[in-house]
């Protein structure tokens, strides 16, 4: 099993920025890829971002690539999102997720409320 905590969650204007943190315990994380995701009411779930916590190699979605970055405290065994120049449509509900491969998603956190005001 692997616990997955979020925070940092809140307001914030358009343009600018706030960092999302996911705190994972309980397993050896080497062999996991660790993503962001977000649900915005009334919308699916849609993927945000993702990195591997060995190699560290990032994706993203269109949406955000150039002004969100994942990154990755080995030490601290969290991974952040940090979301820069902060649109309306970015307000959701962010989840942090892991997974050991495949397609799916293993383990969820609970989701922290982010609002972008315009």
């Known amino acids: 099993q692997v616990q997955l905590v979020e925070s940092g969650g809140g307001l914030v204007q358009a343009g600018g920025s706030l960092r999302l943190s996911c705190a994972a315990s309980?397993?050896?994380?080497?062999?996991?890829?660790m993503g962001w995701f977000r649900q915005a009411p009334g919308k699916e779930r849609e993927f945000v971002a993702s990195?591997?916590?060995?190699?560290?190699?990032?994706v993203y979605s269109v949406s955000v690539k150039g002004r969100f970055t994942i990154s990755k405290d080995n030490a601290k065994n969290t991974y952040y999102l940090q979301m820069n120049s902060a649109k309306p449509e970015d307000t959701a509900v962010y989840y942090c997720?892991?997974?050991?491969?495949?397609?799916?998603?293993?383990?969820w956190g609970q989701g922290t409320q982010v609002t972008v005001s315009s």
């Open positions: 997720a892991a997974k050991t491969g495949g397609y799916e998603y293993d383990y």
């Open positions: 309980g397993r050896t994380l080497s062999s996991y890829r």
């Open positions: 990195i591997s916590w060995s190699g560290g190699t990032t």
